[in-house]
């Protein structure tokens, strides 16, 4: 398995509250991937990163942002959450975007619950 | 942007039959299709993908087949076995260039083996 840790794995909080999710790689890919998961919607792209400090939004980014000072993490913040980001989100990594190398490896992901 | 419609939403099959599941893109500039497996609390699990320079792929029971023409791409699972239970889910991607392997995924089909 791919070296992809994300934290916290579950969390529950409060309307308006700010979060951090943590996606952290061993693999020393270059790119990661924040994406949400919802029922019939598969998965969709939040944010994304092709390099240190490199990132920019996927299809669903509105009330999301991310940060990326490191190679190996990658956060993403949810500014003031709110019941719709009720969700499981997932990182990915990637070592590159062509030939061989876009295969996506996903992580275990983060369950979060807003009241 | 790409669009991925993914068929049937459920798929329930007996020990031993085949399973097929199928997706359709909008975007014709799509050259990288690959295949996730997601168990139940797990991360998607890559389990074959296909370039578009190639009309079918096999590893053992699984392969996919790729008709550019039409835009739709297909997972053939044969002799299936219980453990092949799980949610499978097509994507698409514009492998290289500035793309940087963005994937829009399907909708996911909930695969059932009966034993």
């Known amino acids: 398995d791919a070296g992809i840790t994300q934290s916290p794995r579950h969390k529950v909080t409060e309307t308006g509250t700010p979060v951090t999710l943590r996606c952290h790689q061993t693999?020393?890919?270059?790119?990661m991937y924040w994406y949400r998961q919802d029922p019939g919607h598969g998965l969709r792209l939040i944010h994304y990163?092709?390099?240190?400090?490199?990132?920019d939004k996927g299809e669903v980014s509105d009330g999301y942002s991310v940060s990326r000072s490191k190679t190996e993490d990658f956060l993403l913040t949810l500014e003031s959450a709110t019941s719709s980001q009720t969700s499981v989100y997932f990182c990915a990594i990637s070592a590159g975007a062509g030939g061989r190398q876009e295969t996506q490896y996903f992580g275990p992901g983060t369950r979060l619950l807003v009241l | 942007g790409e669009n991925v419609e993914q068929h049937p939403s459920t798929l329930s099959v007996q020990e031993g039959d085949s399973a097929v599941i199928k997706c359709t893109y909008s975007?014709?500039?799509?050259?990288?299709f690959p295949w996730y497996k997601q168990e139940l609390g797990k991360g998607p699990q890559l389990i074959i993908d296909?370039?578009?320079?190639?009309g079918e792929k096999k590893d053992q029971r699984i392969a996919v087949t790729l008709n550019k023409t039409a835009k739709h791409f297909s997972l053939h699972i044969t002799e299936t076995q219980p453990e092949d239970s799980a949610v499978y889910f097509c994507a698409a991607s514009k492998a290289g260039g500035t793309s940087y392997g963005k994937l829009t995924f399907g909708q996911g089909t909930i695969l059932t083996v009966h034993p």
């Open positions: 975007d014709s500039a799509s050259n990288y």
């Open positions: 693999e020393n890919h270059r790119y």
């Open positions: 296909i370039r578009s320079n190639v």
């Open positions: 990163s092709y390099g240190v400090k490199d990132t």
